[in-house]
C-alpha cells in the first residue's frame, strides 16, 4: 500500500538524475522543432534522447523507460546505450526498479518495459485509449508510437501492473503526475521533490527551453492550445526557472553536472551550473557555445 505524506508533513525528497541514451543527427536543422520557423542562422539543433531517474523512501522510480536500439536506429537516430545502464552507474539493477512513469507512449519513451518486472507502470487513461484506439486508423497519427511496445504495455496491463492515472496523480510521497496533453493525448510531466526544491520532468510538454522561451510548440503536437498551456503550467509547477527540465534539450548536457565515471548520467539535484536561457539572444549563444 503506498503511503502518503499527511497533512503539514513536509514530502520526502528524492535524488533526481538523467540518463542520455540516443541523439539524433547532428545537423538536425531548427526548422525541425519549432510550429512557426525562426531564424537561428542556419545553426543545428539535436535532440538528445533521455530517461531520468529518482530514488528515495525506499524507491526506485524511472520516469520513461527509453527505446530498443533496433527503434532507435531504424527511425534514424544514434543509439548510445540501454537505459538500464545509468541504473547500474546509479547502484540499481533493473529489478529494482519500484515504478515507471510513462510520461507518454511514444517510441522514444515506452521501451524496454519487460526489463522492469517489479514495476508498477503509470500512464494516463487517455493516453492508452488514444494509441490503441481508432485514432491509430491514421498512418499520421500511428508514426510516434510503435506497436511493439505498446503491445508490452498491454502486456503488462494484462499482468495486473499497469495503473492509469488522471488529472493530478501522487504516485508516491513527492512524486506528483499532472496531465497537460498537447503534444500527445495523455501526456504527463513529473513534479518531483528534491533537495533543492520542487523539480518538474517536463518530457515532451517542453522539447527545449526554446520552445516555452518562443511559445512555439514543436510540431508533433495532438491540441496547439494544451500545448502551450502546458508551457505555463510547467513554469507554475517548478520552484523557479532552474527547476524546468526539458525532454530532448542537449543543453541540459552543459547545465548539470556528470556523474563521475558515467559521464553520461547528468545530476539535476544541486542548481545548474550555467544558466538555462530565457530569451532569443541567450538562446542563440547557448547553441553557439554548444556548437
Same mark, same amino acid.
Given at each position: 500500500?503506498?503511503?502518503?505524506?499527511?497533512?503539514?508533513?513536509?514530502?520526502?525528497?528524492?535524488?533526481?538524475?538523467?540518463?542520455?541514451?540516443?541523439?539524433?543527427?547532428?545537423?538536425?536543422?531548427?526548422?525541425?522543432?519549432?510550429?512557426?520557423?525562426?531564424?537561428?542562422?542556419?545553426?543545428?539543433?539535436?535532440?538528445?534522447?533521455?530517461?531520468?531517474?529518482?530514488?528515495?523512501?525506499?524507491?526506485?522510480?524511472?520516469?520513461?523507460?527509453?527505446?530498443?536500439?533496433?527503434?532507435? /536506429? &531504424?527511425?534514424?537516430?544514434?543509439?548510445? +546505450?540501454?537505459?538500464?545502464? %545509468?541504473?547500474? $552507474?546509479? =547502484?540499481?539493477?533493473?529489478?529494482?526498479?519500484?515504478?515507471?512513469?510513462?510520461?507518454?507512449?511514444?517510441?522514444?519513451?515506452?521501451?524496454?518495459?519487460?526489463?522492469?518486472?517489479?514495476?508498477?507502470?503509470?500512464?494516463?487513461?487517455?493516453?492508452?485509449?488514444?494509441?490503441?484506439?481508432?485514432?491509430?486508423?491514421?498512418?499520421?497519427?500511428?508514426?510516434?508510437?510503435?506497436?511493439?511496445?505498446?503491445?508490452?504495455?498491454?502486456?503488462?496491463?494484462?499482468?495486473?501492473?499497469?495503473?492509469?492515472?488522471?488529472? /493530478? &496523480?501522487?504516485?508516491?510521497?513527492?512524486? +506528483?503526475?499532472?496531465?497537460? %496533453?498537447?503534444? $500527445?493525448? =495523455?501526456?504527463?510531466?513529473?513534479?518531483?521533490?528534491?533537495?533543492?526544491?520542487?523539480?518538474?520532468?517536463?518530457?515532451?510538454?517542453?522539447?527545449?527551453?526554446?520552445?516555452?522561451?518562443?511559445?512555439?510548440?514543436?510540431?508533433?503536437?495532438?491540441?496547439?492550445?494544451?500545448?502551450?498551456?502546458?508551457?505555463?503550467?510547467?513554469?507554475?509547477?517548478?520552484?523557479?526557472?532552474?527547476?524546468?527540465?526539458?525532454?530532448?534539450?542537449?543543453?541540459?548536457?552543459?547545465?548539470?553536472?556528470?556523474?563521475?565515471?558515467?559521464?553520461?548520467?547528468?545530476?539535476?539535484?544541486?542548481?545548474?551550473?550555467?544558466?538555462?536561457?530565457?530569451?532569443?539572444?541567450?538562446?542563440?549563444?547557448?547553441?553557439?557555445?554548444?556548437?
Amino acid at each position: 500500500m503506498q503511503q502518503h505524506a499527511h497533512a503539514g508533513e513536509a514530502a520526502p525528497n528524492y535524488r533526481l538524475y538523467a540518463v542520455h541514451y540516443a541523439s539524433s543527427q547532428p545537423d538536425r536543422a531548427a526548422d525541425h522543432n519549432f510550429i512557426a520557423r525562426v531564424d537561428f542562422h542556419d545553426m543545428p539543433m539535436p535532440l538528445d534522447f533521455f530517461v531520468w531517474v529518482a530514488i528515495g523512501v525506499g524507491r526506485v522510480i524511472l520516469i520513461d523507460s527509453g527505446a530498443e536500439e533496433h527503434i532507435c /536506429t &531504424a527511425r534514424g537516430h544514434n543509439y548510445l +546505450r540501454c537505459p538500464s545502464e %545509468g541504473l547500474a $552507474a546509479l =547502484g540499481h539493477t533493473p529489478e529494482d526498479v519500484t515504478d515507471v512513469i510513462v510520461t507518454h507512449m511514444h517510441w522514444d519513451h515506452l521501451g524496454h518495459l519487460a526489463k522492469f518486472p517489479n514495476a508498477r507502470i503509470h500512464v494516463h487513461k487517455s493516453e492508452m485509449s488514444h494509441a490503441t484506439g481508432c485514432a491509430m486508423c491514421h498512418a499520421q497519427l500511428r508514426r510516434p508510437y510503435d506497436v511493439t511496445q505498446v503491445c508490452s504495455l498491454i502486456v503488462a496491463l494484462y499482468g495486473g501492473r499497469v495503473c492509469f492515472t488522471e488529472s /493530478t &496523480a501522487e504516485i508516491a510521497p513527492g512524486i +506528483r503526475l499532472h496531465h497537460v %496533453g498537447g503534444h $500527445a493525448p =495523455g501526456l504527463q510531466v513529473a513534479q518531483v521533490q528534491t533537495g533543492r526544491g520542487k523539480v518538474v520532468v517536463a518530457s515532451d510538454a517542453m522539447h527545449y527551453f526554446a520552445n516555452s522561451v518562443l511559445t512555439n510548440p514543436y510540431p508533433i503536437v495532438i491540441n496547439v492550445q494544451e500545448y502551450l498551456d502546458g508551457l505555463v503550467l510547467v513554469e507554475k509547477l517548478a520552484d523557479g526557472p532552474d527547476h524546468v527540465i526539458p525532454g530532448h534539450d542537449p543543453l541540459v548536457r552543459t547545465m548539470y553536472p556528470q556523474l563521475e565515471g558515467a559521464p553520461y548520467v547528468f545530476d539535476l539535484n544541486a542548481p545548474p551550473r550555467a544558466a538555462r536561457p530565457l530569451d532569443l539572444p541567450a538562446l542563440l549563444e547557448a547553441f553557439r557555445l554548444r556548437s
